[in-house]
């Protein structure tokens, strides 16, 4: 692990963004990009000509099918029909999605011993950041917190061989907002291959799987790096080089926040204390899948960059770039398992200290 400190005035850094580059060659003049919102976030997909089009249908229809199944917001889904029938003893037919999603998540429920956790759903609500949090907003009661953690208990969820599942006690509630969308990208771009498609990028709010390579020369796919206390098209921290089915995952303090008494809360809860995570101002994971990336993502940001070392560890192709935050506002730069072998820094503090 290496470990970067950083000077206080040089803020840290934060979210993925697609950088385009420049082309060399012809390769570059056939890649279209699309751009379009879906699921509260936006997309973006690369792809190459002719066929372009068809992609961006594959890819729009995938999102669809993977979001119907496992919003919370949408009243029909089956995941929203299983929250809605907590405690009634009622089991609910899950969807082939639905019931992938929730099984991966048991294994990184289990790996990360309880950091990440989709039962975390009433917690996020009682921190303010069901629907968005924000500005107004203030940290629950100790004494709400106490009364809400049992009810986010991952273990109590129950799922049987045929696809049907239950919430014992009302007022559980599943969300998957930490995995959905890796997933989401993860069918895309399995049916993009599948349709022939072998050079492509897709990204869903900044979960991004990519196929192939994105020009000629074999160059790699370009992933900027963000700052974390900048604006998305600020200057990046640097860049991620991927090829052939690599992917990534940011989870960010800078997402869904607030302020109180001088300190920020985000929308990330550690379900073992029932606090908001605390310490990570953003981390960045490379993986070998997207929903792999986007699970980790949340777990690492609970658990820190000591912490993740053995699950990043477990995941043979994973790496992390986390930025940490102390009680001051002091940042500093841990790089863990193979990050750096795919990072090429651009911040001075950033290259000069390695
Ligand atoms: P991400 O941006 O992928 O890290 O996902 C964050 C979202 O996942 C939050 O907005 C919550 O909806 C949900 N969430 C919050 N804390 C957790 C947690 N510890 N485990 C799983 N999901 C969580
Ligand atoms: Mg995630």
């Known amino acids: 692990m290496r470990r970067i400190p950083v000077k206080l005035f040089l803020m840290a850094a934060a979210v993925l963004l697609l950088a385009g580059g420049c082309g060399r060659g012809g390769f570059d003049e056939d890649r279209k990009e699309f751009n379009w919102p879906v699921m509260?976030?936006?997309?973006?997909?690369?792809?190459?000509?002719?066929?372009?089009d068809e992609a961006l249908l594959i890819t729009k229809s995938a999102f669809e099918?993977?979001?119907?199944?496992?919003?919370?917001?949408?009243?029909?889904?089956?995941?929203?029909?299983?929250?809605?029938?907590a405690g009634n003893g009622e089991y609910v037919q899950l969807g082939r999605y639905a019931v992938k999603v929730l099984r991966e998540s048991g294994r990184y429920y289990e790996e990360s011993g309880g950091a990440f956790n989709p039962a975390v759903g009433?917690?996020?609500?009682?921190?303010?950041?069901?629907?968005?949090?924000?500005?107004?907003?203030?940290?629950?009661?100790?004494?709400?917190?106490?009364?809400?953690?049992?009810?986010?208990?991952?273990?109590?969820?129950?799922?049987?061989?045929?696809?049907?599942?239950?919430?014992?006690?009302?007022?559980?509630?599943?969300?998957?907002?930490?995995?959905?969308?890796?997933?989401?990208?993860?069918?895309?771009?399995?049916?993009?291959?599948a349709a022939g498609y072998s050079n492509f990028l897709v990204n869903l709010g900044g979960n991004m799987r990519c196929a192939g390579t994105r020009d000629a020369e074999d160059g790699a796919w370009r992933v900027a790096v963000r700052n974390p206390?900048?604006?998305?098209?600020?200057e990046p921290l640097g860049m991620l080089m991927l090829t052939n089915g690599m992917s990534v995952a940011t989870s960010g303090d800078y997402e869904q926040h607030y302020?109180?008494?001088?300190?920020?809360?985000?929308?990330?809860?550690?379900?073992?204390?029932?606090?908001?995570?605390r310490g990570v101002a953003q981390v960045t994971v490379v993986a070998r899948a997207a929903m792999?990336?986007?699970a980790l993502s949340t777990a690492c940001f609970v658990l820190?960059?000591?912490?993740?070392?053995?699950?990043?560890?477990t995941h043979p192709g994973?790496?992390?770039?986390?930025i940490m935050v102390d009680d001051a506002g002091g940042f500093e730069f841990e790089m863990v398992g193979g990050f750096a072998d795919w990072f090429e820094p651009e911040m001075d503090g950033f290259g000069n200290a390695q």
């Open 229 to 234: 206390r900048k604006e998305l098209e600020g």
């Open 65 to 85: 099918e993977v979001n119907t199944e496992l919003s919370v917001f949408a009243p029909e889904s089956g995941v929203a029909r299983l929250n809605a029938s």
């Open 304 to 313: 820190g960059a000591e912490a993740s070392r053995g699950l990043l560890e």
């Open 122 to 193: 009433p917690l996020v609500e009682a921190w303010g950041f069901f629907r968005g949090g924000g500005a107004g907003y203030f940290p629950p009661d100790a004494s709400v917190i106490a009364k809400t953690k049992p009810l986010c208990d991952f273990r109590e969820v129950e799922l049987k061989d045929d696809g049907i599942a239950r919430l014992p006690r009302a007022g559980m509630r599943l969300d998957f907002g930490a995995i959905a969308k890796g997933y989401a990208v993860d069918v895309a771009y399995e049916r993009l291959k």
């Open 318 to 322: 994973s790496g992390a770039l986390f």
């Open 292 to 294: 792999e990336a986007d």
């Open 259 to 277: 302020e109180y008494d001088g300190r920020r809360y985000s929308h990330i809860i550690d379900p073992r204390t029932g606090e908001s995570a």
């Open 40 to 52: 509260g976030t936006y997309a973006n997909l690369n792809v190459f000509r002719p066929k372009a």
